[in-house]
Each structure stands twice: as C-alpha cells, then as structure tokens.
C-alpha cells in the first residue's frame, strides 16, 4: 500500500494541498469509523485509488454496515491488476478474509465461504483463510465438512491460531464428539487462557458433558472479561437457560 506523508503541504501556487495518507485512514477507523470513511470517500474524490476503497470498506465495516463493506472488500479483491497495479495477491487476499467477516457478520456464510475460497485461490494454504472458510462453513451447519478441513489444518500446523483449535471443538461438539472437542478447546485455551470463544465453548462442551457448574463458572469468566461482546451475549443467553431449567443436558 502507499504510504505518503501525514501533513499539509505548500503547494507550488501557494494555497494548502492535501496530502492523503493511507495509515492516517486506517489508524482513525477503530476510534472514529465514520470519519475515517468520511476522509476515505473525500480521497476518492481527489483519485484515490484501492488503498482509498479499502479503508472505506473497512470503516463500513466497523461502523456496522457490513453488507456494504463486504459488497466494496469482494470487488476490490476481484478487480485485475493493472501493469501501474503493485497490489501484491497477499493483499486482494487480505481483502477477501475481511470480505468473509464481513458476510458472516450480514447474516450470509454462502457468500462469507465464496469469499474465502476466492482468496485461497490468490494465496493457497493461507491459514486465516482457511479459518474464514471454517467458520462460513460451520455457520451453513455442516459441521462435518468443517470438522474434516480444521483436523487437516491443525494436522499440519499444530501452532495455527488458537481459533481454529475453537472452531475445531465446535464442529467435534457438534457431531457429538465431546472427548475430541474438549482436548481441542483445552489447547485452544491452553495458548489463550482469557479467550472468550474458547470459554464460552468449553462452557457449551461442560454442560453436554453434565458439568453444569463449570459451564457456569466458564460462562461467568465470559462475563466478566468480555462483557459487551458477542460471546457475552451468548453466555447470557445460556446462563438464563440454565437458571430456567436447571435439570437440563
């Protein structure tokens, strides 16, 4: 990507010329989405080219309009290369594993799992998108597909993203796999102690198991180290379950 000075310029007839900066976009998205994807449409006004899309994409996407963004993230990605283009496919991968969160997030894992086969055919054996695709895969319930492709990247990568080891935990659980799912979570976990995916499916994995108070206390953990996040929601949701029912599987 272009990276150009952050500051204002004199120009040669004396007025202030913008000088537009790739990092200035992408550092304002996480604080400020909405001016980022302001700053961004501005620099497409004054031609700016990928590097522009891209942040504007990706402020969509903070921002929660995540059909736009994965809409602008597909069509970057798909675009052929210019001979003046150096975007490397390493990049217009990038753009199709945000492309895949994106989807997932709209609600579409068809679209999300097209997304990251696109980009494994611009960057085969890419682990995180190999990881997008698993998580658009188990998200269309077919947790056996998912489960098949996570055991031959973990097979081959053992020191992949604790992710997959989650999502892998998820498929075995799934397809009722509960010993498997729990030495696949209890690795996940063992790398990243405080995640919050990986307690809430050990949580999930406990109570199939017949261990409602350590679900609890996993779900509980959730709570207190993630509490406005999307696992949190779901910890609340199977805590409420729990307390109605507490004789149930």
């Not at 992710?163 to 063992?190: S, T």
């Not at 180290?225 to 910890?235: F, G, I, M, T």
């Amino acid at each position: 990507m272009e990276d150009v000075a952050h500051a204002r310029t004199q120009s040669a007839s004396g007025e202030k010329k913008q000088i537009w900066s790739v990092t200035t976009c992408m550092a304002m998205i996480g604080d400020d989405p909405y001016g980022a994807r302001d700053y961004a449409l501005d620099w497409q006004h004054h031609g700016g080219g990928r590097d522009a899309r891209h942040c504007h994409a990706l402020a969509l996407l903070e921002a929660g309009d995540e059909d736009t963004a994965a809409r602008e993230l597909d069509d970057l990605a798909h675009q052929p290369t210019q001979k003046a283009d150096t975007t490397p496919p390493s990049l217009r991968a990038i753009m199709e594993e945000e492309a895949a969160e994106a989807w997932l997030s709209a609600g579409a894992p068809a679209k999300a799992q097209a997304s990251a086969d696109f980009g494994l055919s611009l960057q085969p054996g890419s682990p995180a998108l190999q990881i997008a695709r698993a998580r658009s895969v188990l998200a269309q319930n077919r947790a056996d597909l998912a489960e098949q492709e996570l055991t031959a990247l973990v097979a081959r990568q053992p020191g992949v993203a604790p992710e997959a080891y989650v999502l892998l935990a998820e498929a075995e659980r799934k397809m009722g796999q509960l010993d498997q799912a729990m030495r696949h979570i209890a690795h996940a976990l063992a790398v990243t102690p405080d995640s919050a995916a990986a307690l809430l499916e050990r949580g999930i994995i406990r109570e199939r198991k017949g261990d409602a108070a350590g679900a609890q206390q996993d779900w509980q953990k959730v709570l207190d180290l993630a509490p406005d996040s999307h696992e949190a929601d779901l910890a609340r949701q199977d805590l409420a379950v729990m307390a109605a029912d507490p004789d149930s599987p």
